[in-house]
């Protein structure tokens, strides 16, 4: 078991809550969940006692639990059951900043966690397909149809210039 200092908890914060925080909001679209979330990977990440081989490890490591606590969030009851009262007082969402993510984030989950990983976090298809635990050859289906679907949606001429 490994302890962590301040320094090395700083560290961990400036360096993965960007990501985890966007890969969290692609799966939950709601920015208080994924918070709630980034919280919950930091919380498992400093008392977790983790030892990892390189920073890649430790960031493949970061984004999987992520991605599971994310999946754990949406089988959640709690998420599918709400009252009334919290409903009225909960604010309405900002519009996303571009097209583009809102085309990303009506993706379906196969596509979109590929394309996610892949273009916004900069990972090659056989550390997506080791990620997701899916073959080679369906991360690039994936991608592909996610591409295909995102041209479709967004226009050829506006993909283009965009991705």
């Known amino acids: 078991m490994k302890p962590i ?14 990501m985890i925080l966007r890969l969290s909001y692609t799966y939950l679209k709601s920015t208080q969940d994924a918070e709630d979330i980034c919280q919950t990977v930091f919380l ?5 006692g983790m030892v990892f081989d390189s920073p890649e490890h430790e960031k493949a490591w ?5 991605a599971n606590a ?5 089988r959640a009851a709690h998420r ?4 009334l009262e919290a409903v009225a007082e909960a604010a309405a969402p900002e519009p996303p900043d571009s097209a ?3 085309a990303v984030m009506a993706l379906p989950e196969k596509y979109r966690e ?15 397909a080791a990620l997701l635990g899916r073959s080679e050859a369906a991360v690039s289906a994936h991608l592909s149809r996610g591409r295909k679907s ?10 283009e210039q965009r991705v």
């Open 62 to 66: 970061i984004l999987r639990t992520a």
């Open 44 to 48: 498992k990440l400093l008392t977790g």
């Open 100 to 102: 583009v993510l809102d």
């Open 114 to 128: 590929a394309v996610y990983l892949y273009y916004y976090e900069g990972y090659s298809v056989r550390e997506v």
């Open 150 to 159: 995102l041209r479709q949606t967004l226009g050829g001429e506006f993909y």
């Open 80 to 83: 599918r059951c709400v009252g």
């Open 70 to 74: 994310c999946k754990d969030a949406l």
């Open 5 to 18: 200092d301040r320094t090395e908890a700083e560290r961990l914060v400036q360096t993965y809550s960007d």
